[in-house]
């Protein structure tokens, strides 16, 4: 058995396979990058979705997506569905740079995850609360892991993988489709 995961992100697929390998899943996971339209919507699951259902239409595999998005409080949210975005645009400098005066830096990471075999279709999600540091710190990862502290800790995602695959909103979200593929594969045998 094998479950695409569709996504252009590396770093991504190499997280999601490490829980894949944790919780040994029996079906082999595979990237595929394939082109699809996303659409704009507040909502990262009703994007999640969308985009499951697109990629099915070209593939017609049991495939997963994922999206996520950094939500920053005193910034009522910002950047959120437009991570990608705004991290390609002003990337982590100018969201320090925003956030400059500002004396509540707690922040979120959430993931939507979605499988789709053409007739189940269904979403994970998971979140990692923490807060945005003064500075870029660290070098591994991606994206807003150089400016994310977990709660609880004082190292960024970038300074410590280990601990952002332990706790991160994509771990949250990875573990509950695990949980539930393993049932799945069970019925479709
Ligand atoms: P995507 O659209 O789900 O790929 O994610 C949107 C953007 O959020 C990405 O371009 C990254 O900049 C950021 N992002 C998503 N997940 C993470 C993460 O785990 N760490 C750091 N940044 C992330």
Redesign the pocket.
Known sequence: MKIIFCTG?KN?FEEVKKIFEEYNVSAKLVRKNVKICEIQSESLKEISRVKAISAFEKLHKPLFV?????FIKALNGFPGVY??YV?KTIGCKGLLTLLQNEKDRSAY?K?VVTFTDGKILKSFSGICKGSIAKKERGNA?????PI?IPAGYKQT?AENLEL?NKL???KMAVERLVKFLKNYFKQVK
């Open positions: 992100n991504k994922e999206d996520a998005g950094l991570s990608s991290f990471f993931a990862g991606f994206g807003f892991d994310f995602f952002k991160s909103h994509r």
